[in-house]
């Protein structure tokens, strides 16, 4: 978590629910049955385990982004129907 805030330049907030596919599922049929009245009501409950706030040098984040579009760019190249 911590390197994708660093590699997104942004803020990261881990849920304290690891189980998030089975809640949005939950919230989603809550809201279909009235139980909640919105997604505003639904964010109030939503709760962090950790924060992860990005420390990488700008410099570093660019270097490490640029490696990692030639990366998907070599894969593309090997891909048989891509049309380049």
Known sequence: MQFQADIL???????????T????AAY???????FWNSLAE???TAKAR????????AAVR?????GW??????T???HPNENN
């Open 69 to 74: 579009q030639r990366a998907v760019h070599a």
């Open 9 to 19: 330049g942004t803020p990261i907030r881990r849920a304290a629910i690891s189980e």
């Open 76 to 78: 593309i190249q090997f």
């Open 42 to 44: 639904i964010k109030k």
């Open 62 to 66: 660019a270097d490490l982004y640029a």
């Open 50 to 57: 950790d924060a992860f706030n990005p420390q990488m040098d």
């Open 28 to 34: 989603l049929a809550g809201l279909a049955v009235g």
């Open 21 to 24: 596919t089975a809640l949005g």
